[in-house]
């Protein structure tokens, strides 16, 4: 596994790297946010509780846990919302996979479409945001189960620049960032 550097930030990176659980509450928060910053988020959570663990986010008041992912600077634009959904993602890792979030690629020794069809049924997930992660699982974490790159579908092509599944250092960021926008652009010139 290469070294992460998804948030450009040593400390950020490192735990997502470490951390599997780190890694999936960063993709559930990247969502109408600059993506290193979705990814900055676990980061900002772990220095607040102390560590980054399912179980402990799942077993936590909820209004606590809501205020603590609100301080300043929030984890996310939409800290009540996004509170919620992460305490619902832990609490989905801690039922169905005994806390372990690497369990959802690695119990039963899943293929890719498997692996895609356990991250579609996670709260927050919805099928490009499954396909995007199925494709940095497989890119830059090491976790390559037969078909992977076919359910990732475009995502998990080689020598593309379309997600955070492409981030490796500041140049391919910068990639990413203008493939998004340049589709945004184009589908709002599609609708006009």
Do not use: C
Request: glycine share 8%.
């Amino acid at each position: 596994m290469a070294k992460l550097q998804l948030v450009q930030d040593p400390a950020a990176d490192a735990l997502l790297e470490s951390n599997p659980f780190a890694l999936l509450v960063g993709m559930l928060l990247d969502q109408q946010i600059p993506m290193e910053v979705a990814f900055a988020g676990p980061r900002k959570i772990a220095d607040r509780m102390g560590d980054l663990d399912a179980r402990e986010i799942a077993d936590y008041d909820p209004e606590k846990f809501i205020a603590l992912v609100s301080e300043r600077p929030a984890v996310h634009r939409f800290p009540g919302s996004m509170g919620k959904r992460v305490q619902d993602l832990a609490r989905v890792i801690v039922d169905d996979y005994d806390g372990n979030a690497a369990a959802l690629w690695t119990v039963g020794d899943p293929d890719g479409p498997e692996v895609l069809r356990r991250l579609k049924a996670l709260p927050g997930f919805g099928d490009q945001k499954a396909r995007i992660f199925l494709a940095l699982l497989g890119k830059q974490y090491g976790v390559t189960p037969t078909g992977w790159r076919e359910a990732a579908g475009d995502y998990g092509k080689q020598g593309t620049h379309m997600s955070v599944a492409d981030v490796v250092d500041a140049g391919s960021l910068d990639k990413v960032r203008a493939f998004k926008k340049a589709t945004k652009a184009a589908a709002k010139a599609a609708k006009a």
